[in-house]
T-cell receptor, first 113, second 111 residues
């Protein structure tokens, strides 16, 4: 079974631009979560989507948004990029059932100049 | 959300058994304990998960005492390739709360 895939793997943007990252979960998984990882703050939870609805949300500004499609694929958007948004963005998927853990993709490395 | 406390770093020689302990004093009845391994610039990789007592798979064992306020990840006979950051997470896997990562334990395996 294919794992979680994320595109693109690397991205360079400039301040003020916006960016959209994509995540394709493991087949059959209905929950997708997004995390931001930086050297200073570690792995921080952004939000989780389940059946196209946001189920949980972390403590990030409104510039960070996401959505999930009917096929469970998810996108994350960051508007008005800031230098501090440079990070590894990780997507994880899991089945809906209790007791199932989540599996991570390889991440998208975003550099904001 | 249950918070976890782990040692910041550990060193070990190749071939030794490594035990990393995680404290989670306010774990809830419906919470599971999960451990992940992460190499630089890669996504975390699932290692093992459990609810109580002992769980073993092909790469690690997880020991959870009866009060479930802590857990210990045991890595048998580590090699240089086990050098990584290890995260302990506690969360409700039904999805009612998100999984929260702590700072993790940076394990360095020395030849």
């Amino acid at each position: 079974k294919a794992g979680v895939t994320q595109t693109p793997r690397y991205l360079i943007k400039t301040r003020g631009q916006q960016v959209t990252l994509s995540c394709s979960p493991i087949s059959g998984h209905r929950s997708v979560s997004w995390y931001q990882q930086t050297p200073g703050q570690g792995l921080q939870f952004l939000f989780e989507y389940f059946s196209e609805t946001q189920r949980n949300k972390g403590n990030f500004p409104g510039r960070f948004s996401g959505r999930q499609f009917s096929n469970s694929r998810s996108e994350m958007n960051v508007s008005t990029l800031e230098l501090g948004d440079s990070a590894l963005y990780l997507c994880a998927s899991r089945p809906a059932s209790a007791g199932e853990t989540q599996y991570f993709g390889p991440g998208t490395r975003l550099l904001v100049l | 959300l249950a918070k976890t406390t782990q040692p910041i770093s550990m060193d070990s020689y190749e071939g030794q058994e490594v035990n990393i302990t995680c404290s989670h004093n306010n774990i809830a009845t419906n919470d599971y304990i999960t451990w992940y391994q992460q190499f630089p610039s890669q996504g975390p990789r699932f290692i093992i998960q459990g609810y109580k007592t002992k769980v073993t798979n092909e790469v690690a064992s997880l020991f959870i005492p009866a009060d479930r306020k802590s857990s210990t990840l045991s890595l048998p006979r580590v090699s240089l390739s086990d050098t990584a950051v290890y995260y302990c997470l506690v969360g409700d896997l039904a999805g009612n709360t998100p999984l929260v990562f702590g700072k993790g334990t940076r394990l360095s395996v020395i030849a």
